[in-house]
Structures are given as C-alpha cells and as structure tokens.
C-alpha cells in the first residue's frame, strides 16, 4: 500500500538535506520515517531534540529497558515499520535473545525467557498503558519499589512518544525499510 504523504525523495533541498544529516549516522542513508517527517520542518527540528533525549545516554532507562519499552510499544500498536527499525538496529546491542523479541511481539511478560523483575514489570506497564491508558494503583507500587521518579516519567514519556511515532508511521504507510525485520521473522513456534 503506497503511503498516504510521499516521503521526500533525493536530491534533497539544502535545508532538508541538513535536518536528514543530523538525524542519521555519518554516511547512513535517511529511513523512511525521516524522509516523511522532513516534510515538516519546524516540526523536525523541534522532534529532534526530544528524538536525541529518548535515545541518548541522558535517558535515565538503560538501553536495554529502553529498547524493551520501543519494542513493546511498537508491536502492541501494530507498528512493524518501527519495532523492525529498532529489533535491527537495537536488538543485539540491548541483548535481547530470539524469544525475547518475540515475546515483546507475540507474548507477555510472564513468557519464560523473561526472568528479571524490572523487565517484566516494564512490559506489564507498557501492557496496562496501551490497553487502559492508565496504570492501576497495584502495578504503580511495584513500579515505584523498582524505578525511582525520573525513571518512571522517562518509562511514561517514551511510551508515549513511541505511540506517536507508531501512529504517524501506520497511518502513512511508511514503507517497511529494506532488510528490517518482520513480525513473521518472529513467529511462535
């Protein structure tokens, strides 16, 4: 299915040449999800600096929880565009096995390959975020005896975040990027 914004194709203009060169390694192609928001600009710019937040070393969740909140976030909004960005480019560097990842698609926190505490209680959250929009009293006090404030707001906010990057992305049709992995590539067996 074709997208529903064309994605900005090269040559680029000076201007969104330089947002796509900020946005991507030195030398790396820009993905799809760049090349449609650079058809906005101010809005580029001002997502970039959130973008550099959620993803850098400021982030007070390490990157493993971090790509476990992306992940899940992404497959529970049906985003494969997205969770496929990120199972590629993140998944071995967050040590993510194989069932790991597809449990973050097909299964839940209580599937067997998840053994440590945080991490299951990070999906459960992510689960009672995309389903209620809310997190129960119950679930809040178990997060709150494992995460201190700032990373409570950082397990809200980049949730958040990645439902509106897996809202754009779906509702435009990115097309999924080439290599990326599918949700199929991780089926339960």
């Not at 440590?116 to 990070?122: A, H, K």
């Not at 809202?167 to 435009?172: D, G, L, P, T, W």
Request: net charge negative; aromatic share 8%.
């Amino acid at each position: 299915m074709p997208e529903r914004i064309a994605l900005m194709q090269p040559p680029y203009p000076d201007d969104v040449d330089a947002a796509l060169k900020r946005m991507m390694p030195t030398g790396v192609a820009p993905i799809g999800l760049f090349r449609l928001f650079v058809r906005n600009l101010p809005m580029t710019d001002a997502m970039h600096v959130w973008g550099e937040y959620e993803l850098g070393r400021r982030l007070s969740l390490p990157l493993r929880e971090r790509e476990i909140v992306i992940d899940r976030t992404c497959a529970r909004c049906g985003c494969e565009y997205e969770w496929g960005v990120h199972t590629q480019v993140f998944a071995e560097k967050a040590g993510l096995t194989r069932d790991q990842v597809t449990s973050l698609v097909h299964g839940g926190p209580s599937d067997p390959c998840w053994s440590v505490t945080r991490e299951r209680l990070l999906i459960t959250a992510i689960d009672a975020l995309h389903e209620t929009s809310d997190i129960d009293d119950a679930l809040w006090a178990r997060l709150a005896a494992t995460f201190d404030e700032r990373q409570l707001l950082d397990l809200l906010l980049l949730s958040g975040w990645y439902h509106a990057i897996a809202f754009a992305a779906r509702v435009i049709r990115v097309p999924l990027e080439p290599g990326a992995p599918r949700f199929t590539d991780f089926a339960l067996e």
